[in-house]
């Protein structure tokens, strides 16, 4: 199990957004939070490391255009 600290920027809010995030984690057995934080969304994120490589791939693919930056969760 690995647990990753995303942030997402872009155009990520008011977009629904928060509610594709949900979706996708369920598709990968994802569990987790996301949130909108000024800018960008912020996205805690937990599951297996092949689950959760997917889960970023479709994050990335879904906030087109957008900067990611991922994290190891302490």
């Keep these: 199990m690995e647990r990753k600290h995303i942030q997402v920027f872009g155009t990520v809010q008011g977009v629904?957004?928060?509610?594709y995030t949900e979706r996708i984690a369920n598709q990968y057995h994802i569990k987790g939070t996301v949130q909108n934080v000024d800018d960008y969304v912020?996205?805690?994120a937990q599951g297996e490391d092949k689950e959760l490589e997917?889960?970023?791939?479709?994050?990335?693919?879904?906030a087109s255009p957008c900067l990611l930056y991922?994290?190891?969760?302490p």
């Excluded at 629904?16 to 509610?19: I, K, N, T, V």
């Excluded at 991922?70 to 969760?73: D, K, V, Y």
């Design 70 to 73: 991922t994290s190891p969760s």
């Design 16 to 19: 629904g957004f928060r509610y």
């Design 54 to 62: 997917h889960f970023i791939q479709s994050v990335i693919k879904g």
């Design 42 to 44: 912020e996205i805690y």
